[in-house]
C-alpha cells in the first residue's frame, strides 16, 4: 500500500511516499481502508520531534475516515463507514496518513453518512476537540460571553457556530483584517484584530470581562487571555497555534487573577461517542453546521500540505482525500 511516512524528525519534507506492507490483522484492532483525514497541528509538533516517545520511521495521522476492512472481533461489517481518532494513533502505532490503518478497537466509532470524504475527513478531530473545549472544559451555558482567541482557525470557527447555536455572545480574534468579514458572516458578534493583545480592546466593549475564553494560539497570548476574564472566569487552553509549547515565565499568583480559572483540554477518543458523531454529521448534513474547509489535498502532497499548515496560510481545516 502507500503510505505518507515520515522517515525522521525534520521539516515538511521529511515526509515520504512510500510503498510499505499493509497492515496484519490482530485481535482487538480492526483494519480501515482510509478515505480521507485531516490534518492537526500536534501531528506538526510530531514531525518535528517535539512529541516524547515518537520512534521513527512513522505513519502519522491521529484521525482517519474510511470504511472497515477487516474486524476479526465481528463488531463491525466489511465496508461499514468508521472514523477512527487518537489513542496513540499517528504516534506509538502507523497511524491515517496511508491507504490502510491498523487500529484499535475502542477508537473506533461507526456512523452513516452521504457526505462526500473530504467533508467526513474533516469533522472528527475537530469536533472532539470543539465540542469537548466547550462543554466539558468551559461548561458553557447559553447567555455567556465567550472569547475565541484564534477565531479564523477551523477550530475557532466551529466553536463560534456551536457557542452561537447554544446562545452565547461570542467574540473571535484573528491577527489579518481582512479575516474579519469571514469572523462576522461565520456569527461572531465582534471581531478583534489580535496585535498580540486584546485585553484593553476587549474591556472597551465588555469592562468587567467575559465569562470564558477558548484559548487556541496558546503560551504565546494566555497570559492576556487570563487578563479578558471577569469574576470566576474560566480561560481553556486547547490549541497551540502560535506553535510554542512552553512559557519562559508564568507567575500563577500573578497571571491568574483572583478567583480565576485556567484549564486545557486535551480530549482523546474516550472524549466522543458514535451517538455525538453521528448527530454533529446529521447538523453538517441539513446545513445548519457548515464547515470551514480551506484546501483539500491528495495523499502524494502531504509534504505540501504540512508545509502549508506550518506556515499558517489556512483559513480552515486541511483534509486530505485518500
Known amino acids: 500500500m502507500k503510505a505518507a511516512v515520515t522517515i525522521q524528525a525534520g521539516n515538511a519534507d521529511v515526509i515520504v511516499i512510500k510503498e510499505v506492507p499493509e497492515p496484519s490483522l490482530k485481535q482487538g484492532w480492526v483494519l480501515i481502508a482510509v478515505k480521507a483525514f485531516g490534518l492537526n497541528r500536534s501531528e506538526l509538533f510530531t514531525r518535528r520531534g517535539d512529541s516524547q516517545g515518537v520512534i521513527f520511521p512513522r505513519i502519522q495521522g491521529i484521525e482517519c475516515v474510511g470504511l472497515v476492512e477487516n474486524d476479526p472481533s465481528g463488531t463491525f461489517k466489511k465496508g461499514q463507514q468508521v472514523a477512527a481518532i487518537m489513542g496513540g494513533m499517528g ?110 480592546e476587549l474591556k472597551e466593549i465588555y469592562p468587567d470581562g467575559v465569562n470564558k475564553v477558548l484559548e487556541l494560539v496558546g503560551t504565546k497570548t494566555l497570559k492576556d487571555s487570563l487578563k ?62 457548515q464547515l470551514n474547509i480551506d484546501q483539500v489535498y491528495k495523499l502524494s502532497q502531504v509534504s505540501e500540505a504540512h508545509q502549508y499548515m506550518e506556515e499558517n496560510k489556512a483559513k480552515g481545516k486541511i483534509v486530505v482525500v485518500v
Not at 98 to 115: G, K, M, Q, R, W
Not at 255 to 278: A, F, H
Open 228 to 289: 479578558c476574564i471577569c469574576l470566576k472566569g474560566t480561560v481553556c487552553m486547547t490549541g497551540i497555534l502560535g506553535n510554542e509549547w512552553s512559557m519562559s515565565e508564568f507567575t500563577p499568583m500573578g497571571d491568574i487573577p483572583s478567583l480565576g480559572r485556567l484549564t486545557v483540554y486535551m480530549g482523546e477518543s474516550k472524549n466522543l461517542s458514535k451517538e455525538l458523531l453521528q448527530e454533529f454529521i446529521e447538523q453538517v448534513e441539513q446545513g445548519s453546521i
Open 91 to 200: 504516534r506509538f502505532f502507523d497511524g491515517g496518513y496511508a491507504e490502510y490503518t491498523l487500529v484499535p478497537l475502542e477508537i473506533v466509532f461507526p456512523f452513516n453518512s452521504n457526505l462526500a470524504w473530504d467533508i467526513l475527513g474533516a469533522i472528527p478531530e475537530m469536533f472532539q476537540t470543539v465540542s469537548g473545549s466547550l462543554n466539558q472544559a468551559l461548561g458553557i451555558e447559553a447567555k455567556e460571553t465567550l472569547l475565541i482567541r484564534g477565531g479564523s482557525s477551523s477550530i475557532g470557527m466551529l466553536a463560534c457556530q456551536l457557542a452561537k447555536a447554544k446562545g452565547l455572545t461570542v467574540i473571535s480574534t484573528s491577527r489579518n483584517p481582512e479575516k474579519e468579514k469571514i469572523l462576522l458572516a461565520n456569527g461572531a458578534d465582534y471581531v478583534i484584530i489580535d496585535k498580540g493583545s486584546v485585553s484593553e
